[in-house]
């Protein structure tokens, strides 16, 4: 065995946060998991923002070189993706977000750097990595329907 | 979400000929750490694939890589005095996805290698990377 990685995501204003999500798909909904097709994003807006982070649990003595970063898929026309990590949980929004701001990195070198939910590089005991805030924005000349699947990567060094 | 077990499994032998594996003769996981708490003591660290013929080690007392038990000279240093030498071990995972969770995959590369100090002081490495197959690249500097 090695240490277990879940995807988490928080909604809500009380920081409800559900282990082991099913998928990060952005909508026009606070919620995890998702179905596109019931919460769709209307051209020009942006989609309430995800604060998805890492759990690590099982047996591991210290998990350290944490990285996010968009792995594939093109961003569309009128279309970008921005993602940052946050310290605090704040209820997600729709506006345009103050929180991520940065436009996804596509690339393992210019991956954002994740810490712990404590701000240390590394985790020693089982627990939770700090969110990354993500935003899914649009404008009006955004081509409609899906837009092309995009592919996220994290990755971790663990001994 | 990952639960696939790993292909290479470490263990630890000490001065006093004790031997610390990953997971010992009842199953039990032991941490690296157990490791790391006995760095001073340590003598010989290995990996071996828990299905093909390949065995890796660290000899900690004199710096040496070999692979099934045979040193490469071809790359490795073996000029130099080498002090100071310490164990280099960790996972590598990489985990991907597509945003809706159905094409997920997991990469772990296994590091193993060592660290020392030459008669100027300067602190050198050597580190084999590893795959779940056993495919190997390796780095000195």
């Known amino acids: 065995m090695a240490a277990t990685l879940q995807w ?23 919620g995890a998991n998702i179905v596109i097709a019931s919460y769709p994003i209307i051209a020009g807006e942006n989609s309430y923002e995800k604060n998805i982070k890492l759990k690590f649990s099982g047996t591991f003595t210290k998990i350290s070189n944490m990285k996010f970063w968009k792995s594939a898929g093109a961003l569309g026309t009128g279309e970008a993706i921005k993602a940052d990590e946050v310290t605090t949980y704040v209820q997600p929004v729709k506006t345009t977000s103050t929180r991520a701001v940065t436009a996804i990195p596509t690339s393992m070198s210019t991956a954002l750097v994740i810490h712990s939910a404590a701000g240390a590089a590394t985790i020693t005991t089982p627990g939770y990595t700090r969110y990354i805030c993500l935003q899914l924005q649009t404008i009006g000349s955004v081509s409609t ?13 663990e001994v | 979400m990952l639960n696939s077990p790993l292909k290479f499994h470490w263990t630890a032998v000490l001065k006093d000929g004790t031997e610390i594996a990953q997971f010992d003769a009842n199953g ?20 071996v694939h828990i299905t093909k013929p390949l065995k890796l080690t660290i000899d900690v007392t004199r ?39 159905k094409l997920i995959t997991h990469e772990i590369f296994y590091f193993l290698g060592y660290q020392y100090n030459g008669v100027n002081g300067v602190n050198y490495q050597t580190v084999v990377q590893l795959n779940d197959n056993g495919d190997m690249v390796i780095q000195n500097g």
């Open chain 2, 63 to 101: 710096g040496i890589l070999f692979i099934n038990g045979k040193q490469d000279t071809s790359w490795e240093n073996v000029q130099e005095i080498k002090h100071n030498v310490r164990v280099i071990f960790f996972r590598r995972h990489k985990e991907t996805t597509n945003l809706d969770f």
């Open chain 1, 145 to 157: 329907g899906d837009v092309v699947e995009k592919t996220l990567s994290f990755q971790y060094d």
């Open chain 2, 28 to 47: 039990v996981e032991h941490l690296y750490k157990e490791v790391l708490d006995r760095a001073d003591k340590l003598v010989t660290f290995y990996l």
């Open chain 1, 8 to 30: 988490s995501e928080a909604n809500g204003s009380g920081e409800v946060v559900t282990d082991g999500i099913s998928n990060v798909n952005f909508g026009d909904v606070d």
